[in-house]
């Protein structure tokens, strides 16, 4: 699903000297992990990185795609769409309702009419959203558009789910309705990053954790540096279907 072999990362020089860092890291169908450490340590550059919204160095295969200095945009386009990331500070269309900005990733995908709208409306409702479907994104409070950028990043179920910090600790509410509902997409195959300076002691989904910024010591000498192997055993892979999740 997802190999990174020493990625590097910018952090602090203050907690790295030179301020880079290099990560291993693999995760397969179905887990989850915590991305913990101080401002600056590298989480959400790694969250962006997966994402493909900045570039990978090293060697890297995401949703099981290969990525490389060559990579098509065309093959950048359709992994985005399997991509769902609950970003720090989310955009949004402001001529459009909010309704349609969650919309949108289905609207992209080219599901079919009938499919978007039950879709919406099922997730609106999820995310108790339904009493600002037609309001602009613009008139909206930030925790409300935290709630809507969680919604349009889940809407089309996707692949690889990516959670930067605002979500999990502005609301409380907020972030106990986001991990059961992410919880239960992982447990369908998907698989999911969350970063945060501090793992909620209170949660206990999900229990594994990466913390930054990445430092292992050094191999011993006639020791071969290898990628860490996944932090679980490999799930059997699923064909892939579309089950409406919210309705």
Avoid at 18 to 29: D, V
Avoid at 63 to 77: G, K
Avoid at 187 to 193: E, K, S, V
Wanted: charged share 20%; net charge negative.
């Amino acid at each position: 699903m997802i190999t990174l072999h020493n990625l590097s990362l910018p952090t602090s020089p203050a907690l790295i000297q030179g301020g880079l860092q290099s990560l291993s890291l693999q995760l397969q169908r179905g887990e989850a992990l915590w991305v913990v450490g101080p401002a600056e340590s590298g989480k959400t550059a790694l969250l962006d990185a997966l994402a493909l919204r900045r570039p990978v160095t090293g060697s890297a295969t995401i949703l099981n795609e290969p990525l490389s200095p060559h990579f098509p945009a065309r093959t950048r386009q359709r992994l985005r769409q399997r991509i769902g990331y609950i970003d720090a500070n989310p955009l949004f269309m402001d001529r459009l309702s909010l309704a349609d900005n969650i919309a949108l990733p289905l609207e992209l995908a080219h599901f079919r009419h009938a499919e978007i709208q039950r879709e919406t409306e099922a997730i609106l409702q999820w995310f108790g959203l339904q009493d600002h479907a037609q309001a602009l994104p613009t008139t909206l409070s930030h925790t409300t558009r935290l709630r809507a950028a969680c919604a349009r990043a889940l809407i089309t179920h996707p692949s690889l789910i990516l959670v930067d910090e605002p979500a999990l600790t502005l609301c409380p509410e907020l972030q106990e309705h986001l991990l059961s509902t992410i919880k239960d997409l992982v447990q369908n195959g998907a698989t999911a990053l969350f970063a945060i300076r501090t793992r909620p002691p209170e949660v206990s989904f999900p229990e594994a954790t990466l913390t930054l910024p990445y430092n292992p010591p050094a191999p011993t000498e006639g020791e071969k540096e290898e990628i860490p192997p996944s932090l679980f055993a490999p799930l059997t892979p699923m064909a892939p279907t579309y089950e409406g999740r919210f309705s």
